[in-house]
């Protein structure tokens, strides 16, 4: 058969409850912190999904404009053209453009020229110019002209997630255009010289002249009329550069529809790039995984603490129990050898004259056992807090003089005087308790004083202090009111040790108070009515 082993109680350590609380504290907050996380992230993800798709369908509204003709012009082009860059440089969103199964245009990086001459019947007509050659896009390619590069953002309002402008890596220059070769019929035009301004600066007065060096006999400009702006403080002709360079884009979707004349027409397109929530709240997050570790370790503080005050009462409660029954087995085992000797030696001399001193010994070792035994009820008694206090007026003057008196043996027998000037104190109190426990301050002092010495007791108004030179010095005065507790080899030899710890009971059971404590060579014992 197999024996279970009796489990220990141990002595309790703060540092391992608070980390075993920390444990379940920490896993508490970390799922209620993740639900949190995880509902506001997806609310983020939820509404910029919805925000992408609105701007898409925006974006899809224009190409169907554009290209729901029968005849597309090249204005109709070069306008959407505009429309797909100004879209790219606000969403890194690209889309290339299909129309009767051929592809039309993209958004790769291009110079797109506004253009609104004036006309004598007062209409201001607004043409959209693709940049006839790329290879013109190199004089704007410098750092001195790439310092007034702009971003632009679709949305401005924060409380939206914000689509991310970085994702598109290349400059929006804003222009205006002094001289050009323009081409209306065919959406193109060839730039001579060109301002690029800080979109940042409105006054406009911090800007750069560019001028591309052209040949006026080339063969190019065949078909192209020559343009000189006005010179006005801000010229008519105006435009930007914008667009992706190269042809590599990933294409997440893609839509295709007939318009009313049985041309197919659509798009490609690349998926929005949004600031994901890890980036738009990156501040935040960091704050809230801050405090949620201070949180957690403060919070586990409470349990912590609840939690090794409850071991740590169990474990003095243990404690308490192994030495109540060490100390009671040891005060109890010397008497009872005692008197098992001397019934020994009284059976094998039970003809001798010393038997009345043998049964004498065994009275007084039984009297001493009965007196240990009592004092262990009383003790009991006291701890016991259904014990009902009957309080009526008492002089206890009267009362410690009546403990005197029942402690003149030893008093006598140690050569000790006491000096005690008996005054009519009275109070409210239960007799029987307020007596044992004077009684027992009275033959502590009796029993601990040095011989020959004088015990002091005064009497006063809400005090009583008893006095005396102890026999041995005391290191832990206040350790004496523990039951049990004898203190130095001088003490051992007397009592049980209960004598403090019950007086302790009965006055704390009359809301009284008792203090113990060592000044030099003087045991002094204090209690505050």
């Known amino acids: ?34 639900i949190i996380y995880g509902n506001i992230a997806s609310e983020y993800n939820g509404k910029a999904m919805r925000l992408t798709a609105s701007i898409e369908s925006g974006m899809n509204r224009n190409i169907a404009t554009a290209l729901t ?21 606000s969403t890194g969103q690209i889309f290339e453009v299909y129309y009767n199964q ?32 790329l290879k013109y896009l190199q004089y704007f390619d410098t750092p001195e002209v790439l310092r007034y590069k702009a971003v632009v953002p679709i949305i401005d ?124 709240f990156k501040t935040w997050i960091m704050a809230g995984n801050c405090a949620l570790v201070v949180l957690m370790l403060a919070l586990s503080l409470i349990p912590a603490s609840l939690l090794y005050n409850r071991r740590k009462r169990n474990y003095e409660i243990f404690e308490y129990r192994r030495k109540a029954t060490d100390a009671m087995a040891h005060d109890l085992k010397t008497p009872m050898a005692a008197i098992l000797s001397y019934a020994e030696n009284f059976e094998n001399n039970t003809g001798s004259d010393k038997r009345e001193f043998y049964v004498s010994k065994i009275s007084e070792k039984v009297w001493q056992m009965n007196k240990m035994v009592n004092n262990m009820l009383d003790f009991s008694r006291g701890e016991n807090t259904s014990v009902v206090v009957k309080k009526t ?7 410690i003089a009546g403990a005197i008196a029942s402690n003149e043996h030893e008093i ?48 006063e108004s809400g005090k009583i202090v008893i006095s005396n030179v102890s026999a041995a010095p005391v290191e832990d005065a206040e350790a004496l009111k523990q039951p049990f507790a004898k203190g130095d080899e001088s003490r051992r030899n007397y009592g049980s040790g209960l004598g403090l710890a019950i007086a302790e009971n009965n006055l704390v059971l009359l809301s009284y108070k008792l203090n113990v404590k060592c000044e030099g060579d003087r045991f002094v014992v204090t209690v505050t009515l």
Request: charged residues 25%; aromatic residues 12%.
């Open 1 to 34: 058969m197999t024996m279970k082993r009796r489990k220990t109680i141990k002595k309790p350590s703060f540092v391992i409850s608070y980390w075993q609380c920390l444990a379940v504290v920490a896993a508490f907050l970390a799922l209620v912190g993740f």
């Open 69 to 89: 003709k029968e005849n597309v012009t090249s204005q109709d082009i070069a306008k959407l053209k505009q429309q797909l860059l100004w879209h790219y440089s």
């Open 393 to 399: 007026p008492i002089d206890i003057g009267a009362v």
């Open 412 to 459: 006598t027998r140690r050569g000790l005087t006491v000096e005690f000037d008996q005054k009519e104190v009275t109070v409210d109190t239960d007799k029987e308790l307020f007596a044992q426990a004077i009684g027992n301050l009275i033959n502590n002092a009796a029993l601990y004083a040095k011989e020959g010495t004088e015990i002091s007791v005064t009497c």
């Open 102 to 133: 051929k592809k039309v245009l993209d958004s790769s990086r291009t110079m797109i020229m506004h253009y609104s001459p004036t006309t004598f019947d007062g209409n201001v007509p607004l043409y959209f110019l693709d940049l006839a050659d």
């Open 157 to 280: 309002d924060v409380d939206d997630p914000l689509l991310n402008p970085k994702f598109n890596e290349q400059p929006v220059l804003e222009i205006g255009i002094r001289e050009a070769y323009i081409d209306i019929e065919n959406g193109k035009f060839i730039p001579v010289s060109v301002y690029v301004y800080d979109t940042k600066d409105s006054s406009l007065n911090n800007k750069i002249t560019v001028d591309i060096p052209i040949d006026k006999d080339s063969p190019e400009l065949k078909g192209y009329e020559h343009i000189v702006a006005d010179g006005i403080e801000r010229e008519s002709y105006g435009g930007s550069i914008e667009g992706y360079a190269g042809s590599s884009a990933f294409y997440g979707s893609e839509a295709v529809s007939k318009n009313d004349y049985g041309i197919y027409y659509g798009y490609k397109c690349s998926e929005i790039k949004f600031v994901t929530f890890e980036e738009t």
